[in-house]
């Protein structure tokens, strides 16, 4: 189960990352957020996958495609200039941020430690903990949220609208 | 008891090298997704993929630390800043195609000076 909703994450993104269309690029994003949900679902964590779908696969990515179809880009441009050197150098790094990634999960001795402890019978996290646990101990954060989705919804009108 | 994983084990059957492994490379590929498309939503896809990973990432170490509630709560902080950002950011694109009337992030390079 792990590998296939690994390989669903991992496939989609690359997909979407050498997508032309930029319009299926966003459908194979939604895909990769799917994905993700089943890795939560695995991690017992029900809740977050939930959460996962509903905001991600919903609200974010319905905004996403909204404003591509309404601007008009669906396709790449070709480029003004050629920019081998930054081209290939961008790729260089990320096959090293790869291995170095891979060297350092493999050879890291506490993450070892760490993965050795038992899982098998971790209870999955419900919405009573989370709860419990957002307004008894982040109660500041939860309100500091509330308040910068506001300021954000504002800022995005003044934004985009012409005259206030 | 089971017997704990080998690393290799780990990778493929859902140890937390293997959830660590999949953020990591799901980080990777939405950074090179910003670095080298020049299209501003496809670079915007990329931020959101990043953002993705890190939450793998750090609901793998919720779990194996006992599946603490507090790493659910941080995540929906996460996905309240992930919503901000979408907003402002898809509202400067927006902006930004009015100016040029293109989402290249190349013919918008007058930003840098």
């Known amino acids: ?164 | 008891m089971t017997e704990p994983l080998s690393f290799f084990q780990a990778l493929w059957m859902g140890g937390l090298q293997g959830y660590l492994w999949v953020g990591f490379l799901l980080f990777i590929i939405g950074l090179m997704t910003v670095v080298l498309r020049r299209s501003f939503l496809l670079q915007f896809m990329g931020i959101e993929l990043m953002l993705n990973a890190i939450n793998i990432i750090l609901l793998a170490f919720g779990k194996w630390h006992g599946g603490i509630p507090t790493a659910s709560t941080f995540y929906l902080f996460i996905i309240g800043v992930a919503a901000c950002e979408a907003a402002v950011g898809l509202a400067l694109i927006v902006e930004l195609y009015r100016l040029k009337s293109t989402t290249d992030a190349d013919q918008h390079s007058g930003l840098r000076h």
Not at chain 1, 26 to 32: P, R
Not at chain 1, 45 to 54: E, G, R, T
Not at chain 1, 135 to 155: K, R, T
Request: aromatic share 8%; glycine share 8%.
């Open chain 1, 1 to 164: 189960m792990f590998l296939a909703f690994a390989l669903l994450t991992l496939g989609s993104a690359l997909a979407m990352a050498f997508q032309k269309n930029v319009i299926v690029a966003g459908l194979f994003l939604v895909a990769t957020f799917i994905g993700v949900a089943g890795l939560f679902v695995l991690l017992s964590n029900p809740v977050s996958a939930a959460l996962q779908i509903i905001v991600y696969a919903g609200a974010i990515l319905v905004l996403l495609l909204f404003v591509i179809m309404m601007l008009n880009a669906h396709e790449e441009e070709p480029p003004q200039e050629d920019l081998y050197i930054q081209r290939y150098l961008g790729l260089g790094v990320g096959v090293l941020m790869i291995g170095g990634s891979f060297w350092f999960i493999k050879e890291s001795k506490l993450l070892q430690s760490l993965s050795e402890r038992p899982v098998n019978q971790v209870a999955p996290v419900s919405l009573n903990h989370i709860g419990t646990e957002m307004l008894s101990h982040h109660l500041v954060p939860f309100e500091m949220i509330g308040l910068l989705l506001l300021v954000s919804m504002i800022g995005a009108i003044s934004l985009v609208k012409k005259r206030l």
